[in-house]
């Protein structure tokens, strides 16, 4: 699911970004919303955080699931804004820290002992999670997490444009070049990427026949595809043909649903919403491959709910998450089809799921199954910020991409040994 439609982010480079558990202050600003009414008579209280979705209708949808709980009072605290991040790790820090948020599986945080071992709750369903979501949530044989949504991402376009163009859909980053070229034309940008074009910069390395870590832990994208693929950005960048500044980022399907391009790099939670403005004139590809070497690439975002370790109430936190993402299948179906499309990581409900079953959301979930990549619990933000500085000063400033991925690998190496030894 997107951010909220009303700030002015990027749901995935913010929350993201290279900051670490040292960030200070309150939350007295946030308020607090409650998911029940007058309470549940157990003497037990909880808080979840969650971040604002743009989607209509997910704050009350939460606020429900959490009313309908009976074994504790659930405060939902919901955070609107442009840095969630800053707010929940702030948070954690205080003695009003969360019990329960939700966000993306990062191994500082198992590290840190700031996130609570979940394997006991999940082990018994675990055969019916999607296995490379169980695999990004775990260290060290224990599961920490429980994803809740599976959010593909890939380029959306509009094949009337396509077949006015005499646009074929692109298989490799050159036609992709070529095809912006030639869709371009007046007030229409061939191509969208984000602002900054950092939404695509893990699939330039999965496209490429490369990955952001190896088996062991070791920087794997400093490869000369990955080097070819940055030159070949930079020059769509300079050309024209890419929409720049646009109002609303990448997240945000207005760049498309108002024709200001004919391919937007988006996620499957918009097409609810361009289906509306665009009917079926709406088809979508996976990033292309890079060089002869390299395979197309559809990225698996997301969101998955922690129990927060250092909290009060650990073992009534882990009830209300086994309850909620595990034992409830019609809420989590509701959840991942009713605001948006997504796809539950739930294997049964993924299969069973109606609105998945047919047109441009079923293409979705193949492609997504074909394609997918999922993010590596040891891909730090700190790491992620060193490759933002790759696509920055490779693509957007001209520098030279072997020694911009060289000087990555050497920031990433230092990571991995700050955490791997």
Sequence with gaps: M??????????????????????????AACGSNTGRGGGSGSGKNLVQYFHAYGEAGVEQAVKRYAK??????????????????????????TDNAPDVFEFHPQIQLVKSGQVADLTDIIEPVKDDFNQADIKSHTVDGKI??????????FFFYRPSMFEKAGVEVPTTLEELVEAAAKLRTGKIKGAYLGNDLTPV??????????????????????????ADGLKQLRGLFTSG?????????????????????????????????MQEALGDDIGIFPFPKVGPAGKESVYNGGW????????????????????????????????????????????????????LKSGLPAEGVKLFNEF???????????????????????VRKNGDPKAQ?????????????????
């Design 2 to 27: 997107s951010a909220s439609s009303n700030s002015n982010w990027d749901r995935r480079t913010v929350l993201r970004a290279a900051m670490g558990l040292a960030a200070a202050g309150g939350l």
């Design 68 to 93: 309908a709980y009976e074994d504790a009072d659930v405060t939902t605290r919901w955070i609107t804004g442009n840095n969630f991040e800053q707010k929940l790790f702030a948070a954690l820090l």
């Design 144 to 153: 920490y997490g429980v994803r809740m949504i599976d959010d593909p991402q």
């Design 201 to 226: 910069q893990h699939n330039l390395i999965w496209s490429a026949g490369a990955d952001t870590l190896t088996a062991d832990n070791e920087p794997a994208f400093n490869t000369d595809a990955v």
């Design 241 to 273: 043909d890419l929409l720049l500044g646009a109002p609303a980022d990448w997240w945000d399907p207005s760049a498309f649903t108002q024709g200001l391009t004919a391919i937007q790099w988006c996620g499957m939670w918009a097409m609810p919403v």
């Design 304 to 355: 998955s709910m922690f129990v927060n370790a250092k909290g009060k109430n650990v073992e009534a936190a882990k009830e209300y998450v086994k309850w909620l993402w595990i034992d409830q299948k019609k809420y989590q179906e509701d959840f991942a089809t009713s605001y948006g499309f997504h796809i539950p990581p739930r294997t049964s409900l993924a299969q069973s799921a109606s609105k």
């Design 372 to 394: 997918g990549h999922f993010d590596n619990i040891g891909w730090t933000q700190a790491m992620i910020a060193a490759f933002n500085d790759v696509m920055a000063n490779s």
């Design 405 to 421: 991925l060289a000087a990555c690998e050497k920031k990433v190496g230092a990571e991995l040994k700050k955490l791997f030894g």
